[in-house]
Every structure is written in structure tokens, then in C-alpha cells.
Nanobody, 124 residues
Framework: QVQLVESGGGLVQAGGSLRLSCAAS????????MGWFRQAPGKEREFVAA????????SYADSVKGRFTISRDNAKNTVYLQMNDLKPEDTAVYYC?????????????????WGQGTQVTVSS
């Protein structure tokens, strides 16, 4: 069992940065691939980034590649999403999720545990 709590969201101007954190409880964090997803109003939830159990393998949606960085600290049971050069279209509720898949996944159905989400709003 893994419980996930996101933090770090907020309001930022276009071009600014935010760092999201996702704190996990439970002994299985280091054996879980982790992912970040987002959902904008009226849109489906979409993949943002994923990271492998050990942190050595990452993947990104094309829309955020080069601007966002996913990382994890297994000693702290925390996964991060550093977001730079934010754009208004990045506005969404951001969710972290845990999966048993070693390298994470781009598919939301592969994740069995989800946080409650944190709002990110980017003003133009």
C-alpha cells in the first residue's frame, strides 16, 4: 500500500518555475515506478513524466520535454517535478501516481495509487 501527498502547486506567471513534491508513505516506494499526470478543466488526464524505481530512467510527454524534470529521492520517499518556463497551457491539477512497473508508464491505467492532486495555474 502506498499513500501519496502532493504539494508545491500555486499561481505563477508565464516563464516562471515551480517544483512539485510528492511524499509517499509505505514500504513499497522504492520498488514503485512513479509518474506525474495532469488534468485541465474539461480535458482528460494526461501523462507528464515518469521515473523508474531507481531513478535512472525517465520519460516525458513531448509537450514538457526540455522544460520539466522528474526526479526522486528514495531515502526521503519523495518524487519531484521541477517545472521551468511554464506556459498558460500547463495550467492543470497535477497528480503523482505509483505503479509496480519498474520503469513507470505513460498509461494512467497502469498506476494503482494516486495522490489527491495539486493545482498549478500559470497566468499569461
Amino acid at each position: 500500500q502506498v499513500q501519496l501527498v502532493e504539494s508545491g502547486g500555486g499561481l505563477v506567471q508565464a516563464g516562471g518555475s515551480l517544483r512539485l513534491s510528492c511524499a509517499a508513505s509505505g514500504r513499497t516506494f522504492s520498488s514503485s515506478g512513479m509518474g506525474w499526470f495532469r488534468q485541465a478543466p474539461g480535458k482528460e488526464r494526461e501523462f507528464v513524466a515518469a521515473i523508474s524505481r531507481g531513478g535512472g530512467v525517465t520519460s516525458y510527454a513531448d509537450s514538457v520535454k526540455g522544460r520539466f524534470t522528474i526526479s526522486r529521492d528514495n531515502a526521503k520517499n519523495t518524487v519531484y517535478l521541477q517545472m521551468n518556463d511554464l506556459k498558460p497551457e500547463d495550467t492543470a491539477v497535477y497528480y503523482c501516481a505509483a505503479t509496480g512497473r519498474t520503469f513507470g508508464s505513460r498509461l494512467s491505467d497502469d498506476y494503482g495509487y494516486w495522490g489527491q492532486g495539486t493545482q498549478v495555474t500559470v497566468s499569461s
